[in-house]
């Protein structure tokens, strides 16, 4: 009894739904292929493989808000290029391109948050001149020495053999004035109109005991080349609102 009325089921599947089924397939699967394609969004474009074509930059990624399988796409007419990333997961990734190294092409500044509480940045500069890819600055590996105390009034920093006094008399002095120098907590590009080309500006909190605590910002300015970066200056900025400064430097929000 069970088996005719299951051979009834199927025999109407197979006479009525299923040829309806099939029609609509291809769409379903169109629907299925749109949702879990990768999306691109366009960056910017420069002369970044070679000086002759000039190549569109796109950063693609699956995921709403928190973004995996992040890549780097570079295309000219002749060819496409896929830059696989150090760090390939966070939120709002972007590229920022522009001549870092003085050899008449561009490179690609890569940057993606971590997101939640004690949220940091993180940096990654690729050449891909010729279609080499060639990493020449990892945020993750920049380490520096800096060391800092209360001074009466004052912040002292020592950095790199120099120097450096902020002003405290608006800190929160009360505790036990344990000064800390954060990890890298920004990076922007800085055009050196002299040399014609970006250098990479990082900067780091300079805090007294809690970091809303803040003094002023620590500043490395790295100079690139073909093969690494390297410190080219250094120096301190009193305490500001760093993202309204950047809200109004396009060329620093990725």
């Known amino acids: ?6 051979s009834k089921l199927a025999d109407n599947f197979l006479q009525n739904a299923y040829p309806k089924f099939m029609e609509i397939l291809p769409l379903l699967l169109s629907t299925v292929m749109l949702f879990s394609s990768p999306i691109c969004d366009f960056q910017g474009e420069g002369y970044i493989l070679d000086k002759e074509n000039q190549s569109q930059v796109f950063v693609c990624s699956n995921g709403e808000n928190y973004k995996e399988e992040i890549v780097i796409k570079v295309k000219t007419k002749n ?29 690609l500044l890569y940057q993606v948050n971590s997101g939640g509480s004690g949220a940091y940045s993180h940096y990654e500069l ?5 279609g080499e890819k060639q990493l020449l600055f990892n945020s993750d590996n920049f380490q520096n020495e800096a060391s800092g105390k209360v ?12 120097t450096f006094c902020l002003d405290a008399q608006n800190l929160d002095l009360n505790g036990n004035k344990e000064v800390t120098i954060g990890p890298l907590n920004t990076i922007f590009p800085y055009y050196q109109d002299a040399f014609k080309k970006y250098e990479l500006m990082v900067l780091q909190k300079i805090y007294v005991d809690y970091t809303a605590n803040n003094a002023g910002y620590l500043i490395t300015l ?3 080349d073909d093969d ?20 109004h430097q396009q060329f620093c929000v990725f």
């Open 228 to 247: 690494c970066a390297g410190v080219e200056n250094i120096g301190i900025l009193s305490n500001f609102n760093l993202q309204e400064y950047l809200q």
């Open 1 to 6: 009894m069970y088996f005719k009325l299951i």
């Open 79 to 107: 060819q496409e290029i896929l830059v696989k990333l150090l760090v390939s997961t966070g939120y709002s990734p972007s590229v920022f391109v522009g001549s870092f190294v003085d050899n008449g092409l561009e490179q």
């Open 222 to 224: 790295l100079s690139v």
């Open 126 to 130: 690729y050449s891909l001149k010729d």
């Open 151 to 162: 001074v009466g009034d004052s912040v002292v920093v020592n950095y790199l053999g120099q």
